[in-house]
């Protein structure tokens, strides 16, 4: 009878570890995501071209050989300083299948240049364990808090690297 108590106890010790584990696993990427934000709005504010690139997935980098250009172009768009980030709303959706996953967010920022309101839309794999080619940054979107309706396009349908409005082509 002992033996039973124990190995019940002792199974309910393990799961219980295992989810928490997975939980401080998914309050990591959660950070993680927030944290990618931060270094977005460095990357604007130093026009740090190789920095916001290497943020990319490596599946981005490889599929889309303009990416350098048009974060370049991006700068030129934006130019200036963001004076306030705003944490506008964060989704995110995680595939598991037996002991892999992946997770993504779509994030989306206020942020303020040079007195102008942009969003700032990013889509970021932290984790997967499915393709790792495709952690990091695969979507990137900042336009006018004015033009957004224009722009507008479901989360699915943002193409891979950076979207650049009218303005910035």
């Known amino acids: 009878m002992k033996k039973n108590i124990l190995l019940i106890v002792s199974v309910i010790f393990v799961l219980t570890g295992c989810v928490k584990k997975e939980k401080q696993s998914f309050n990591k990427r959660d950070e993680m995501n927030l944290l990618m ?3 977005i709005v460095k990357c604007i504010n130093k026009e740090d071209i190789d920095s916001l690139y290497a943020l990319f997935s490596a599946k981005v980098k490889t599929q889309d050989l303009n990416l350098k250009e048009d974060i370049k172009k991006l700068y ?5 300083q963001v004076v ?7 989704g995110s959706t995680t595939e598991i ?3 892999i996953n992946s997770t993504y967010y779509f994030s989306s920022f206020k942020i303020v240049i040079n007195k102008i309101d942009y969003y700032l839309y990013y889509i970021y794999f932290p984790r997967n364990d499915f393709d790792s080619s495709r952690e990091g940054i695969r979507s990137l979107k900042i336009v006018k808090v004015d033009e957004d309706d224009k722009y507008f396009c ?8 950076v979207f650049l409005p009218d303005e910035a082509k």
């Open 84 to 90: 306030s980030c705003e944490k506008w709303a964060v």
């Open 37 to 39: 934000a931060d270094e």
């Open 97 to 99: 299948e037996n002991e």
């Open 76 to 80: 030129k768009y934006l130019n200036g």
């Open 154 to 161: 479901y989360w699915q349908s943002l193409k891979p690297g």
